[in-house]
């Protein structure tokens, strides 16, 4: 049985990769979706259905929390499927300087990691043996992991472990053809901002581009077995700029960035 599992699947960036899927693995069998909230993972199973004729299995859950792991593993185990797609999308962001955030929510930016790098680990470890070559794994990155972000500080933290983490991995499973791309957009219009509890940047709002235009370069990337996906030409230049610009530069760049 061929199947893809996708993370974050009930909005945004990941439930855009559920919708697009099956039309890059034209012979998967299932599609695993994965979210906190049941009701919306249930409206994307009933849409993909509809248009696709392919089975949405919902796991219902969250991911700091060991028994979506354990769900997921005993099918795993139960029906050996060949995983040909892992998705890791599940994410959120606090908006504010890191020390202000945890006068107001001390847990937040831990919880963060917990999602973000966490999860993120855990469910691609736990997978990993059930892929072959040709599989693909996409972790959900983001441009915040090309420099520290001062006022996103612990997020654009979790993000520089996931490009890394995904770089690092994909160097090593290359031996195996199992290819892993860290998708790095800058701004998309999701309800990421909603999560983030600030009003968002003027520059980002004039930068933000469409979760079905990230996902569509995202898998294009993917089949040319691209380790870093990087949508549009601003976030290309930033991150060309993360690499060679001085640090105070990066920083009187991203002051501006946030504001
Ligand atoms: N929007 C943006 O500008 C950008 C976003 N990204 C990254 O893209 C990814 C997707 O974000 P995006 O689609 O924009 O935002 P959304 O808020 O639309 O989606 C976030 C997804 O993560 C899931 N999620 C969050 N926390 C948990 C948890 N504890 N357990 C299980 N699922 C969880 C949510 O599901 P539910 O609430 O139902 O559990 C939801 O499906 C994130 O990793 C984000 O960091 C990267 C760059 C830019
Ligand atoms: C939320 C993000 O990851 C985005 N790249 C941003 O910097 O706003």
Request: net charge positive; aromatic share 8%.
């Amino acid at each position: 049985m061929r199947i893809a599992v996708v993370t974050g699947a009930s909005s945004g960036i990941g439930r855009e990769f559920v919708t697009r899927i099956p039309a890059f693995y034209r012979q998967l069998d299932e599609i695993w979706i994965t979210a906190r909230r049941a009701e919306r993972l249930e409206q994307v199973k009933k849409t993909v259905e509809e248009k696709t004729g392919i089975y949405v299995r919902i796991f219902a859950g969250d991911l700091e929390k060991d028994l979506i792991y354990k769900q997921i593993l005993n099918r795993l185990e139960n029906q050996n499927p060949d995983v040909r797609m892992l998705v890791n999308a599940a994410g959120f962001g606090k908006i504010g300087e890191a020390k202000e955030i945890a006068g107001h929510d001390p847990q937040a930016q831990l919880r963060m990691i917990d999602v973000n790098c966490r999860a993120l680990t855990k469910m691609t470890l736990m997978i990993l043996p059930y892929m072959k070559k040709g599989s693909r794994i996409l972790n959900i990155s983001s441009g915040a992991s090309f420099c520290p972000q001062p006022g996103f500080t612990v997020y654009a933290a979790t993000k520089a472990y996931v490009t890394s983490f995904s770089r690092g991995l994909a160097e090593e499973l290359k031996k195996d053809g199992i290819i892993v791309t860290a998708v790095c957009p800058g701004p998309v219009d999701t309800e990421f901002f909603e999560v983030s509890g600030t009003n968002n940047s003027k520059a980002k709002q004039a930068t933000m581009v469409s979760a079905q235009d990230v996902v569509r370069t995202a898998l294009l990337d993917a089949k040319m077995k691209k380790p870093v996906s990087v949508h549009g030409t601003l976030m290309k230049g930033a991150r060309i700029a993360g690499k060679l610009m001085p640090e105070n530069v990066i920083f009187y760049a991203m002051d501006k960035w946030m504001k």
